[in-house]
């Protein structure tokens, strides 16, 4: 190992949390494995049709339930065919006379929810949750909204990190985005608040990239804020000219400390139609991506061959640091509305 190594690593679990399990339409039929904070979970449907989320290891033998099926509205196990209910009460043993409850046969249950298209998991068994899901912005009249899921193999920190920082697109996606013509100096003002950290960049001319020139030609003036919003998720948003706006707001969920998966939610309204904008931004939407998973597995891979982390960072890094401390804190459970202030930088971008 390396001398310099420190065995440390920037993860944060957040257990008194919501997180995305899966897309409501990933969850149909039979029952699916998911795993967040490293705990293999299994979801499934009651007889409702409410979804339903179960430690997924069967209380008999430990048959991981997700090799099983859904039978009106109750889990089977595939090994002996115990069958579960939706709050994770063992309501059939086959064979067994009498009765089958008993609490030494149930299956820990994890708060469940569905809204805006998801299956939310609260990261903590058997607790009435704090709080309810996140909610996604409402989509309006104009605007088009295309979701895409992707998983990283980095920490929840760095995938965050990734999704807010501005210094590395003028490198890492030179051309399509910045790092074309002069640098201008412009503003962050960065504000605090108990469960989000925002920065918002004043004076930035429209960026030289192919998608600035293709959104706006005539020029303009970008509005652009970047937020992390406890637990988990990093948001976007641009306006360029009075045209286009664009709000992409990433819902990350840590599958496990260096995996994380990335439900991205693109929210726009440009001068070109709806269809027309997918077309031409999708692949350069797409190729951005693939430079950040490729860096971020890179970053990972360094990180885990050194046996931990050596960061240095400077102002320019505008919330990396922040979006540790929130998650620490959160992490502890120590969140306090005293830790809100504002603060203004300089940087060249
Ligand atoms: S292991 Fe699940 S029923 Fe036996
Ligand atoms: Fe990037």
């Given at each position: 190992m390396n001398q310099e190594s420190n065995g440390e690593f920037s993860v944060a679990r957040v257990t008194r949390a919501w997180y995305v399990a899966?897309?409501?339409?990933?969850?149909?039929g039979d029952p699916i494995a998911r795993k967040i904070l490293g705990i293999p979970l299994v979801l499934f449907r009651g007889p409702d049709r409410k979804p339903s989320a179960l430690l997924?290891?069967?209380?008999?033998?430990?048959?991981?339930?997700?090799?099983g099926r859904s039978v009106g509205g109750r889990l089977e196990c595939a090994y002996h065919g115990w069958q579960y209910d939706a709050v994770g009460v063992c309501v059939k043993v086959p064979g067994?006379?009498?009765?089958?409850?008993?609490?030494?046969?149930e299956v820990p249950r994890f708060p469940a929810r569905e809204q805006d298209g998801f299956v939310w998991v609260y990261a903590t068994a058997g607790v009435e949750p704090a709080g309810e899901p996140y909610r996604l912005p409402a989509t309006s009249r104009g605007y088009t909204e295309v979701r895409r899921t992707v998983e990283v193999e980095s920490t929840l920190h760095a995938a965050l990190e990734n999704a807010l920082d501005v210094p590395h697109t003028a490198f890492l996606h030179k051309g399509l985005f910045r790092g074309v013509g002069r640098t201008h100096r412009i503003r962050a003002r960065v504000t605090r608040s108990a469960m989000q950290i925002e920065a918002e960049y004043i004076g930035?001319?429209?960026?030289?990239g192919l998608a600035g020139r293709i959104l706006s030609p005539s020029g303009g003036v970008v509005t652009h804020f970047d937020r992390f919003i406890l637990p988990s998720i990093a948001q976007v948003e641009y306006r360029l000219g009075s045209e286009n706006h664009f709000l992409i707001t990433t819902l990350c969920t840590p599958v496990e400390d260096f995996r994380t998966r990335l439900h991205a939610s693109i929210l726009f309204r440009t001068r070109f139609p709806g269809w027309l904008a997918r077309l031409i931004l999708e692949p350069v939407a797409l190729r951005i991506f693939r430079q950040d998973a490729e860096m971020l597995k890179r970053q990972t891979a360094a990180v885990r061959r050194f046996g931990g982390e050596h960061y240095t960072s400077t102002e320019?890094?505008?919330l990396g640091l922040q979006i540790w401390q929130l998650l620490k804190r959160a992490e502890a459970g120590e969140?306090?509305?005293?830790?809100e202030w504002k603060r203004e930088i300089e940087l060249d971008v």
């Amino acid at each position: 190992m390396n001398q310099e190594s420190n065995g440390e690593f920037s993860v944060a679990r957040v257990t008194r949390a919501w997180y995305v399990a899966c897309g409501s339409r990933e969850l149909r039929g039979d029952p699916i494995a998911r795993k967040i904070l490293g705990i293999p979970l299994v979801l499934f449907r009651g007889p409702d049709r409410k979804p339903s989320a179960l430690l997924d290891r069967c209380a008999h033998r430990n048959a991981p339930l997700s090799l099983g099926r859904s039978v009106g509205g109750r889990l089977e196990c595939a090994y002996h065919g115990w069958q579960y209910d939706a709050v994770g009460v063992c309501v059939k043993v086959p064979g067994l006379v009498g009765e089958a409850e008993k609490t030494t046969r149930e299956v820990p249950r994890f708060p469940a929810r569905e809204q805006d298209g998801f299956v939310w998991v609260y990261a903590t068994a058997g607790v009435e949750p704090a709080g309810e899901p996140y909610r996604l912005p409402a989509t309006s009249r104009g605007y088009t909204e295309v979701r895409r899921t992707v998983e990283v193999e980095s920490t929840l920190h760095a995938a965050l990190e990734n999704a807010l920082d501005v210094p590395h697109t003028a490198f890492l996606h030179k051309g399509l985005f910045r790092g074309v013509g002069r640098t201008h100096r412009i503003r962050a003002r960065v504000t605090r608040s108990a469960m989000q950290i925002e920065a918002e960049y004043i004076g930035e001319p429209r960026p030289e990239g192919l998608a600035g020139r293709i959104l706006s030609p005539s020029g303009g003036v970008v509005t652009h804020f970047d937020r992390f919003i406890l637990p988990s998720i990093a948001q976007v948003e641009y306006r360029l000219g009075s045209e286009n706006h664009f709000l992409i707001t990433t819902l990350c969920t840590p599958v496990e400390d260096f995996r994380t998966r990335l439900h991205a939610s693109i929210l726009f309204r440009t001068r070109f139609p709806g269809w027309l904008a997918r077309l031409i931004l999708e692949p350069v939407a797409l190729r951005i991506f693939r430079q950040d998973a490729e860096m971020l597995k890179r970053q990972t891979a360094a990180v885990r061959r050194f046996g931990g982390e050596h960061y240095t960072s400077t102002e320019v890094d505008v919330l990396g640091l922040q979006i540790w401390q929130l998650l620490k804190r959160a992490e502890a459970g120590e969140l306090t509305p005293s830790e809100e202030w504002k603060r203004e930088i300089e940087l060249d971008v």
